[in-house]
């Protein structure tokens, strides 16, 4: 693998507005240095262990993203350092944020997770629990959690068309959110979508972050 060479490729496909959040999840630390040493700066993580071991051992200023399913009792592990949790999926993950990132008086950007994709096994809430989410309001109140955008994952299939209609539910659907819960909230504006199967349709469908792993570091050996 080459690595650099692999970040480069990516890079060349994507705009410049588009930001990469290179998954390393199951990866060595050496080789996120080599991703860093060409220049990434935003990683992506999923396990809470994982992440923290990797915070210690490599720069500080790397922007580590929580993008997995995180357990409400591992969120106090990552919120004194994360720089964006991906995949809130419930009021109570929220609620939990909200209190721990107080402790640390920090402001912790999320994003929340969609469920549009056909497998039964994905989390995430679907549209009309987002709707309820944010209709009952609480959120707003919340003073450390500030909700950034939107993060889903397309169905594993090889129909393009398929994973097409999903991101563009996706960006119909943060369209309509953002002009009911956020049309004055100028930090509600990241679409999480897109991985290495997909990205480049996910830009097409309006993608503005997209989580790339194995295209970058090769499969992972889990
Ligand atoms: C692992 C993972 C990715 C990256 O997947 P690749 O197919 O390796 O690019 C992206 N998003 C999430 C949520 C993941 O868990």
């Not at 929580?66 to 929220?94: C, W």
């Not at 939990?96 to 402001?107: F, G, L, N």
Request: proline share 3%; hydrophobic share 40%.
């Amino acid at each position: 693998m080459n690595i650099q060479k692999n970040l480069l490729h990516i890079k060349e496909q994507l705009p410049d507005d588009v930001t990469l959040v290179a998954v390393s999840k199951f990866h060595p630390k050496e080789e996120l240095l080599q991703a860093y040493e060409a220049g990434q700066r935003v990683f992506g993580e999923s396990h809470e262990q994982e992440l923290a071991a990797k915070h210690e051992a490599l720069p500080d200023d790397i922007k580590w993203h929580f993008i997995g399913h995180l357990q409400t009792n591992k969120v106090k592990y990552i919120v004194p350092y994360v720089s964006m949790i991906e995949a809130v999926d419930s009021l109570r993950l929220l609620r939990e944020i909200e209190k721990q990132a107080a402790k640390h008086d920090r402001v912790v950007p999320v994003l929340l997770e969609l469920h549009i994709a056909q497998e039964a096994t994905k989390y995430g809430l679907t549209l009309d629990d987002c709707r309820t989410l944010l209709a009952d309001g609480e959120w707003r109140s919340m003073e450390h959690v500030s909700i950034q955008g939107l993060m889903m994952m397309a169905s594993f299939v090889d129909d393009e068309a398929q994973i097409r209609s999903e991101f563009l539910t996706a960006k119909a659907f943060f369209d309509e959110v953002k002009r009911d819960f956020f049309a004055d909230d100028d930090r509600f504006r990241i679409r999480s979508w897109g991985m290495s199967d997909d990205f480049p349709i996910a830009v097409e469908c309006g993608s503005t972050m997209v989580r790339v792993g194995t295209s970058i570091f090769g499969p992972r050996v889990y």
